[in-house]
């Protein structure tokens, strides 16, 4: 069954003043087409219809896949969608000068795509229900379209992609963001995709796994475990909001006041955007990140067997097979590789405030996967288990600031999944954790930014990593509480 929603003619939309309309849907936590009292009662029911049984399978049973007799690289018969292989990475000035791992190579640009309109005068986001095989709750909430090329080119052959044309045709559209973005840099050869939000006025047909939100009700939901994805996260954080009224604060709630100033462009910051800049600019001239392909069959310390590609020493992550059998999905069954990591990862912000302005403590980050070297990322990014294993000089900075954290001191924590078509079982427990502005985090590899900074930097590519954005959007989650 669809429904076709019709709202009141809308005057022309203007995106000066795009961020009015996203800070009232922020507020809006009710909705006359979606109630959160009974947003469970459609989700939970589509977990029985839009499964996916995922089994286990060795990597040379995988339907669709080969492994080359060359090198042992695993790429798929077609000659699209992704392949792995490996990689030797030397980094002389880093920690750990040389290593060789698997990687993901998937040079094609996706498209993650939001569609917005307004009802009854507030914006609403149409966010689909979906499953992914490496979703550890099968369902998550995730953008309009979440789709790579070789998908909606229809390489596999599958039912064509819901809403896409409104996300490959703008025409008569209003573009609220439309911005290449990278992905994880240490799973992922330069992997990026496209991160679009396009608001209409016509007339929308909403499918059955499809549901309207307001961004506030959004945020409310990114308050629980692994129901917002990482993809709708991403997206979310590309949006030009900055904060404004009708956000306004209530007596008492110093810390709101001052990220809601965060998110506005007049307030100050530490440093100025061009001294940011020209930082990240300097750490991307000075560090030497060489990447070298290389057959997955010979690298060093890493061992294959009929089940898995594993590190010797039981850390970091594995390769492994899978079969899927989907319901909801444009296929219904199919075999992939996919990427293992041995166990839950941390994503975390330090703030502080400066002058009555949150800053976030971000981090200048060199991964092998990245397209220019280094990006912006959380204060803290790491497995905290595979250090056990790494030279003392490899654990992350301010880890420990993190993880001994006061729960006064908490401002958000909540254990997301992230991409669920290429990972399986990835989560990463994101954090915010407040400090009081102390000399001891003042390191060359870290400056204190305000979100209007970050928010600046989203509108381009390749400045702000993936896990760093997934933090963005969980801080506007925060700006409406």
């Given amino acids: 069954m669809t429904v076709l929603h019709t709202p009141p003619a809308s005057p022309d939309l203007d995106e000066s003043t795009a961020h009015l309309r996203i800070a009232e849907s922020v507020t809006s936590r009710e909705s006359s087409l979606t109630q959160l009292s009974t947003f469970f009662d459609w989700f939970t029911p589509l977990r029985d219809r839009s499964f996916t049984d995922v089994d286990r399978v060795p990597l040379d049973d995988m339907q669709g896949w080969l492994t080359d007799p060359d090198t042992g690289n695993l790429r798929h018969s077609s000659g699209r969608f992704y392949s792995v292989h490996g990689l030797d990475i030397q980094s002389p000035e880093g920690p750990v000068p040389r290593w060789s791992q698997p990687i993901i190579d998937q040079p094609e640009v996706g498209i993650l795509g939001i569609l917005v309109k307004k009802f009854d005068g507030v914006l609403h986001c149409l966010m689909q229900a979906k499953v992914e095989p490496g979703n550890c709750n099968g369902l998550q909430l995730s953008p309009t379209v979440q789709a790579t090329r070789s998908n909606y080119t229809g390489v596999h052959r599958g039912r064509p992609v819901p809403y896409l044309e409104y996300f490959r045709d703008l025409t008569g559209h209003t573009i609220l963001a439309d911005v290449r973005q990278s992905e994880q840099g240490s799973w ?252 001891r985090f003042d390191h060359p590899d870290f400056r204190w930014m305000p979100m209007h900074q970050l928010a600046g930097l989203l509108r381009h590519s390749y400045y702000v990593n993936v896990e760093a954005r997934s933090l963005v959007a969980c801080l506007h989650s925060l700006s409406g509480a």
């Fill in 188 to 439: 992922f050869y330069q992997k990026r995709n496209r991160n679009m939000v396009i608001e209409v006025t016509d007339e929308v047909e909403t499918l059955d796994e499809f549901c309207w939100l307001t961004i506030g009700q959004v945020h409310e939901l990114l308050a629980l475990d692994d129901i917002i994805n990482m993809d709708s996260r991403t997206v979310l954080a590309c949006l030009p909001f900055d904060g404004a009224e009708p956000l306004a604060t209530p007596p008492g709630d110093d810390f709101r006041a001052a990220l809601l100033r965060s998110f506005r462009a007049g307030h100050g910051a530490r440093h100025t955007t061009r001294q940011i800049l020209a930082w990240l600019t300097d750490v991307r001239t000075r560090t030497e990140v060489l990447t070298r392909p290389v057959p997955l069959r010979d690298l060093p310390g890493w061992q294959r067997d009929p089940a898995a590609i594993a590190h010797e020493s039981g850390r970091f992550f594995e390769v492994i097979g899978v079969h899927v059998k989907a319901g909801g999905r444009e296929v219904a069954e199919w075999s992939q590789p996919m990427i293992r990591p041995q166990g839950v990862g941390v994503a975390a912000f330090l703030v502080t405030r400066i002058d009555g302005v949150l800053h976030a403590l971000v981090r200048a980050i060199a991964q092998p996967g990245y397209k220019d070297v280094a990006e912006l990322a959380p204060t803290v990014q790491c497995v905290p288990g595979n250090y056990d294993v790494l030279p003392e000089a490899a654990r992350p900075r301010f880890l420990d600031a993190v993880l001994d954290a006061t729960p006064e001191r908490i401002r958000y924590d909540v254990t997301l999944s992230e991409e669920g078509g290429r990972f399986y079982h990835a989560r990463n427990r994101y954090m915010v954790v407040e400090v009081d502005d102390d000399p």
